[in-house]
């Protein structure tokens, strides 16, 4: 899987509400009401990180997920790392 330019990513991120491209890799940073809340949307981008066979960089804090993205084995965003946003961003918003 061949790397993304970086004009290519910029426009694939104007579909996406939540990302931002940073030092080479999809970055979000979500506030949700409590940490259950952050720790159940955790469980369910789990599942679909399974089905895709491509799992974040992730950390959480309380009631904070933050969430980045790159194919390690490419060395930067493919389309694989875009196909994860926008799954991750159609749970968020109960797609």
């Given at each position: 899987m061949s790397i993304l330019s970086e004009d290519l990513i910029?426009?694939?991120?104007?579909?996406?509400?939540?990302?931002?491209y940073i030092d080479g890799a999809l970055h979000t940073s979500l506030d949700?009401?409590?940490?259950?809340?952050?720790?159940?949307m955790m469980t369910r981008i789990a599942f679909e990180a399974e089905a895709q066979n491509h799992h974040p960089?992730?950390?959480?804090?309380?009631?904070?997920?933050?969430?980045?993205?790159f194919t390690h084995d490419a060395g930067g965003v493919t389309e694989k790392d875009i196909k994860m946003a926008t799954s991750i961003e159609n749970i968020i918003k109960g797609e």
């Open positions: 910029k426009i694939k991120l104007q579909e996406l509400e939540y990302w931002d949700f009401k409590s940490f259950r809340d952050a720790f159940a960089d992730w950390s959480n804090v309380y009631n904070n997920l933050s969430i980045k993205l």
